[in-house]
């Protein structure tokens, strides 16, 4: 487990929230990590048609994310959080927290295996400063960032085509492969409900050595 340090959280902070507004408190580690041993190694459950992926997202920059850019050379780990849903009372799925906080940790792991992980945001992007702090990967002082794209999808239109739209989204989580297609899909039921990080490597182990 690691953290990225770099400059340049604070001036999403400003962007958002404000850079002088009382930080909300992160989760625990150890609480994270608990709710992350809970994941598990289950087989996919959904099946994707090519044309049902989103390819096109912003970052909370504003910068335009062309997932068709890593064909050819990387596999994408595609993951989308629930975002800040209405029940039960407007607070973040702890295992959405706990996710992007394990994803964030061993992103190593996954580029070591020619991955880009990604994750999408559903619903306010302006909500998504207090979503990295209480995941353990904004940094309360502006020195830490997470280490993979945060894609915006205000409008719902990729939860909406993935077929997962529901109090923001269903926690889910895809694999593309280098060509483009999505080699593994599963749709979470409940906050635990999603893939470890030692099954999203392991499958991604499998899928580089099966080659082209």
Not at 95 to 119: D, I
């Amino acid at each position: 487990m690691r953290r990225v340090p770099a400059a340049g959280l604070c001036a999403l902070l400003a962007a958002l929230a404000g850079c002088g507004a009382s930080a909300p408190t992160p989760l625990p580690q150890e609480r994270l990590d608990a709710v992350a041993a809970a994941f598990h190694d289950r087989e996919a459950n959904r099946a994707v048609a090519p044309d049902q992926i989103p390819l096109k997202f912003l970052d909370m920059e504003g910068k335009t994310v062309d997932l068709t850019s890593f064909r050819g050379t990387s596999n994408v780990l595609l993951v989308v959080v629930k975002g800040l849903p209405k029940f039960p009372g407007g607070r973040f799925c702890p295992g959405c927290l706990a996710q992007v906080n394990a994803l964030a940790a061993n992103h190593a792991e996954f580029k070591s295996r020619q991955t880009e992980v990604v994750m999408v945001f559903p619903g306010p992007a302006d909500r998504v400063p207090d979503f990295l702090a209480q995941g353990r990967v904004g940094g309360a002082s502006g020195t830490e960032r997470l280490p993979f794209p945060l894609l915006r999808d205000a409008d719902l239109k990729a939860v909406t085509a993935l077929g997962i739209a529901g109090d923001w989204a269903r926690p889910s989580t895809y694999i593309l492969d280098k060509s483009g297609n999505a080699v593994f899909a599963f749709v979470g039921e409940g906050t635990t409900d999603r893939p470890s990080v030692s099954s999203l490597l392991a499958r991604l182990d499998k899928l580089n050595a099966a080659g082209p």
